[in-house]
């Protein structure tokens, strides 16, 4: 799996000559900017917007996004909107595209907190949250950057980083809660499987749940306090979910044979179904490699 990373994105603000427009509520704004005064640059600046005058100015409504992005801290993820909002608006008044490059690059650095956020939930144990940020730094991608862009390549890092730390949360559930993690990681790894059939991490990871919770089911039975009916049920439930990791499982091994992780999983996959040849088979696979 690769290792996540936040994106970092350097934006030089070109605010500057402001005051060259003769505009009194953005100019004052611009001087409350100047000095990290935000909540006050913020007073100044939504009364720009909202005049007849100022909010014909690319400019005005630049400092509004670079004044409410400086602010999202403070108020929450509510401001990072209105910045992006105000930047758009920029983007439209700009008739003659004399400050693309720069409402551009506004637009790029605030949507990449999108996507850190997603990682830092990915990192911080956060699972439940981390896709939908994710999802919004896509799309706006597509709105408002480049309605071209390919996202195959990070989709798959991201999802299997998702999936994964799904997968490893197993450790640290009560019995009643692997089911809902297995399938979590399932579906993500799912994802990327949809995008490359033949990702070694993804195959894996699906094999491998499926097999844990076969193997999780039989473990957790009783023989000497369970009925035959139960017993065969169990049985019954472990068979169907080791058949399912079975052939993702296999797909892995023929992605890459070398690895012992997954030769262990068909080794044990195949001793639970009773299929003694190719029990044998990886069984003796496995002992060579642990020579």
Do not use: C
């Not at 409350?32 to 720009?48: C, E, G, H």
């Not at 798959?156 to 994964?164: D, E, G, K, M, R």
């Not at 994802?191 to 993804?202: G, Q």
């Not at 306090?225 to 049920?233: F, M, Y």
Request: negative net charge.
């Amino acid at each position: 799996m690769n290792r996540l990373k936040n994106i970092l994105l350097v934006v030089t603000f070109i605010l500057i000559s402001v005051g060259g427009y003769a505009q009194n509520y953005t100019a004052k704004a611009y001087k409350f900017y100047q000095v990290k005064q935000f909540d006050s640059a913020m007073l100044y600046i939504d009364s720009a917007v909202v005049s007849i005058d100022e909010s014909k100015y690319s400019k005005t409504w630049q400092l509004r996004g670079v004044v409410y992005r400086n602010l999202e801290a403070k108020h929450g993820i509510k401001y990072r909107e209105i910045a992006l909002q105000s930047f758009l608006e920029a983007r439209k008044v700009d008739t003659l595209n004399e400050f693309k490059l720069e409402i551009d690059s506004y637009i790029e650095n605030l949507n990449v907190r999108y996507y850190n956020d997603a990682v830092n939930n990915v990192l911080s144990g956060n699972l439940e949250k981390a896709e939908q940020p994710y999802l919004t730094y896509k799309q706006n991608y597509w709105a408002y950057l480049d309605e071209n862009k390919d996202f195959n390549a990070i989709d798959i890092q991201f999802y299997n980083a998702l999936a994964s730390a799904w997968f490893k949360r197993n450790t640290l559930v009560e019995s009643g809660e692997k089911k809902t993690v297995y399938s979590n990681a399932i579906r993500y790894f799912g994802k990327v499987l949809a995008i490359d059939s033949t990702n070694y991490s993804a195959n894996y990871g699906i094999g491998i749940s499926y097999y844990n919770q076969g193997a999780d089911v039989v473990e957790g039975m009783d023989p000497f306090s369970t009925d035959i009916e139960e017993i065969d049920r169990i049985q019954n439930e472990s068979i169907e979910l080791f058949k399912s990791g079975e052939p993702y499982l296999k797909k892995a091994f023929e992605i890459n044979p070398n690895e012992k992780e997954v030769v262990e999983g068909l080794t044990g996959i195949y001793y639970s179904l009773n299929e003694d040849k190719e029990y044998e088979y990886f069984q003796q696979l496995l002992n060579k490699m642990e020579e």
